[in-house]
T-cell receptor
Framework: DSGVTQTPKHLITATGQRVTLRCSPRSGDLSVYWYQQSLDQGLQFLIQYYNGEERAKGNILERFSAQQFPDLHSELNLSSLELGDSALYFC?????????????FGEGSWLTVV | AQKVTQAQTEISVVEKEDVTLDCVYETRDTTYYLFWYKQPPSGELVFLIRRNSFDEQNEISGRYSWNFQKSTSSFNFTITASQVVDSAVYFC???????????FGQGTELSVKP
């Protein structure tokens, strides 16, 4: 158990809908990351927050947004969902914002868009 | 640009065989960090090891060992006396100086048959 908690573990939704994925980082970790894993793209970095502020942005679509709250939990919002958004979404956390921190991953949220 | 290449897409071995998973990376940073993660069939990403660019000492942890060679930009992972429970996808990842995000390779799927 990495200590990173993600909910829900699985969800199925229809195209055009909106979903929210939730993440609680490990105790003491200030940085939260979101990654998307799909068969064709592999593991792709989406976005990083550190202590409530956006720290780095990767290949995150405009239809997707995230935030980190004062209690350090984070949410990833996916809207106007398309079939291609079906993927495993990981949240991860680390103590700091910088290179070299070990990044621990949650169990992921499996999203299926039908 | 930073890049991680895992040329072996799939490897199949029989239990008790030794197996080496290759990882080659590209970066212009002089300080960087390398990681290996394991993704078992259940889907979670499990942290295995972190290495910084200044520490080229090989590391052994039980049946696992890692060989880091800056001269060839490689960070290979060897499992000695493989077991069925080692069956998983293994990812090599790189973190550069500018931030904590990880750049992943495409992964190597290891299948250990009894």
């Amino acid at each position: 158990d990495s200590g990173v908690t993600q909910t829900p573990k699985h969800l199925i939704t229809a195209t055009g809908q909106r979903v929210t994925l939730r993440c609680s980082p490990r105790s003491g970790d200030l940085s939260v990351y979101w990654y998307q894993q799909s068969l064709d793209q592999g593991l792709q970095f989406l976005i990083q927050y550190y202590n409530g502020e956006e720290r780095a942005k990767g290949n995150i679509l405009e239809r997707f947004s995230a935030q980190q709250f004062p209690d350090l939990h984070s949410e990833l919002n996916l809207s106007s969902l398309e079939l291609g958004d079906s993927a495993l979404y990981f949240c991860a956390s680390s103590v700091g914002a910088f290179s070299g921190n070990t990044i621990y991953f949650g169990e992921g949220s499996w999203l299926t868009v039908v | 640009a930073q890049k991680v290449t895992q040329a072996q897409t799939e490897i199949s071995v029989v239990e008790k065989e030794d197996v080496t998973l290759d990882c080659v990376y590209e970066t212009r940073d002089t300080t960087y960090y390398l990681f290996w993660y394991k993704q078992p069939p259940s889907g979670e990403l499990v942290f295995l090891i972190r290495r910084n660019s200044f520490d080229e000492q090989n590391e052994i942890s039980g049946r696992y060992s890692w060989n880091f060679q800056k001269s060839t930009s490689s960070f290979n992972f060897t499992i000695t006396a493989s077991q069925v429970v080692d069956s998983a996808v293994y990812f090599c990842a790189l973190s550069g100086i500018k931030g904590g995000k990880l750049i992943f390779g495409q992964g190597t799927e290891l299948s250990v048959k009894p």
